[in-house]
């Protein structure tokens, strides 16, 4: 799922494009796109954009009038800016957002349909998107934690929770713990100062090191290739790989359709974290430190 760094981009690139020009017309390729009926989607066309923000993981194009369309990609969505009036081809176009200089094309890869549009009328109805989590980058180490120890839950499920901080999900979530040298299950109340000091500035620093990046990327050209796996990660899709501080293997915790990846000699002091479905198969075999993986490996 795009994250903040990513829909900054995003953001980035549309500005140039799509601020101070007129929507022509909303092409709709999906029955299950548009979940609102009213303001009816037509109401946009002929509208100039006037901003655009970032609402979480969220792209909000703010229109004449004070209309909104509200952009969630959720896991396989994807923005391409194409020729004006380009055809939409098959299940995986969505729709198309005609301007006089191209069009904004939404794609979804699967057949899960979570990608989803709304047509909002004021600024009330696009606070309603706002889950309530802070934006790091105006908040300070007191604020930041104070709102991950309102409830008492792992790092990895804080850093992920739209409640409590904006815009980060799985990718940079690991990226941020492995900088902070903190286990992802690690409570929230059971952190020391010095850990929230390290965990304030790793989140800050790595997010602001992949907004500067995906930014200078997407002058250069609109972005294609949105991706949570990208070169340069220490830890995130890395698995099996050397960690770049310390040269170990990196591990991963596979739950649902996620998983996190971290290193144990730098984030757990050398202990292996229990992935749910092999510490049940294994048991009490499950091994416990980096020695005892590689021994399990060999049998």
Known sequence: ???LPDIVAYISALDSRIVGQPLEQVRLNSAFLLRTALPPIASAEGRIVKELRRVGKRIAIGLENDLWLVLHLMIAGRLHWRAPQVKLAGRRSLAAFDFPNGSLVLTEAGTQ??????????????????????????????????KLTAENHTLKRALTDPRLLSGIGNAYSDEILHAAQLSPITLTQKLEPLQWERLFAATRHTLRFWIDQLRTEAKAAFPEKVTAFRKGMAVHGRYGEPCPRCGDKILRIRYADKETNYCARCQTGGKVLADRSLSRLLGSDWPRTMDELEALKRR
Do not use: K, T, W, Y
């Not at 009328?121 to 934690?145: H, P, T, V, Y």
């Open 1 to 3: 799922m795009p994250e």
């Open 113 to 146: 349909h979570r990608a989803s549009l709304h047509v909002l009328s004021g600024e009330e109805s696009l606070r309603s998107f706002d889950a309530g989590g802070i934006d790091i980058f105006s908040s300070d180490l007191d604020s930041f934690r104070a």
